[in-house]
């Protein structure tokens, strides 16, 4: 490189600017403002801990362990389970995590709440009445994994149809919410348009019923396992989506990669490899290759007409999402 080019290269390099937007902030971003911009930025989602992380930080030799084996001892489960049970009730939000005893715990996450509605929420978008917007919150995370009721929904927070619709777009864009849509290929037979709502972070919506109550004294404790298996979908970038029949059969989620159809049920306690007939039906419709059940304790494998049907602990999650996502 002679002395001229290398200077107009020095030139260039002195011209490049990092300007880094988080929280709410970047819901402000349009297409108008972002245009100029297109092949010189970087959008993404900076999401709470997911559970393997979260599980790194506060037992490194458990996480290498649930890496690398295939088989772990009843010890190495038992530590999993009470790590799980401390992370769907306090969530992933890394000043939580890092906080050692319960109150100070929810004390951070009630400060993040609030912070995420007078100021992300009030101020930045420009929103007045708070009030209703926190019975909005609430009213999603009692209907947690139902579909949504949007009669209910105005009649508990006295929004509309249409302020209901802005106002949930906003709890998506600002990452509070997450929305399941329906899976279909057949509309006569299968739904197609009623959403799901789930939460990013458990202990978000744990805050918003002020319910932290120890995870084995829950009666929402088949909802705290379905939210969470939500949010580590969200974090590994897989679509939300879910299944389910006019006559009522339903699968909770459904994962497509790769042109395969991947169904997954939660549950709470399993005794032996329990499956639904909605999960056999779909599975069999759509030719699945293979399909997880995941509970809070049970672990087998078996073979259905071909088809492999994978019973595990949620605490296996984040690792069969990666081995999806590699296969």
Not at 161 to 166: D, H, Q
Not at 234 to 244: G, N
Request: net charge positive; charged share 30%.
């Amino acid at each position: 490189m002679n002395f001229s080019m290398q200077k107009k290269g020095e030139e260039h390099l002195s011209l490049f600017m990092k300007i880094i937007i988080s929280g709410s902030s970047a819901a402000e971003l349009s297409i108008q403002s972002i245009k100029y911009l297109v092949g010189r930025i970087f959008v993404f989602t900076l999401s709470p801990f997911s559970f393997y992380e979260f599980i790194k930080y506060k037992n490194k030799n458990i996480y290498e362990k649930l890496i690398k084996d295939n088989k772990l001892s009843e010890l190495a489960k038992s530590i999993l389970k009470s790590l799980y049970e401390e992370y769907v009730i306090f969530g992933g939000y890394p000043e939580a995590v890092i906080a050692k005893e319960k109150e100070e715990k929810i004390q951070i996450i009630k400060n993040i709440f609030n912070t995420y509605l007078l100021r992300e929420i009030r101020e930045i978008l420009q929103i007045d009445d708070d009030r209703r917007l926190m019975q909005l919150i609430k009213a999603l995370a009692l209907q947690l994994g139902n579909q949504a009721n949007y009669n209910e929904l105005s009649t508990l927070t006295g929004f509309n149809y249409k302020e209901l619709i802005r106002y949930i777009d906003i709890l998506k864009k600002t990452f509070a919410c997450l929305e399941s849509k329906p899976y279909f290929r057949n509309k006569r037979k299968e739904l197609v348009k009623t959403p799901k709502f789930y939460f990013l972070d458990n202990g978000f919506r744990n805050i918003a019923i002020d319910n932290f109550q120890d995870f084995d004294k829950r009666t929402d404790r088949g909802q705290l396992n379905e939210n969470f298996v939500a949010s580590e979908l969200f974090k590994k970038e897989f679509v939300l989506r879910y299944w389910r029949t006019k006559a009522g059969a339903e699968v909770d989620f459904v994962v497509e990669r790769e042109n395969k159809l991947i169904p997954i049920e939660v549950k709470s306690i399993l005794r032996s490899p329990t499956y639904g007939k909605s999960l056999k039906n779909f599975m069999i419709d759509y030719k699945s290759e293979k399909g997880f059940v995941f509970s809070e304790n049970y672990e087998e494998k078996i073979t259905l007409k071909n088809i492999k049907i994978i019973f595990k602990p949620l605490f296996y999650v984040g690792k069969e999402l990666s081995g999806l996502l590699k296969s």
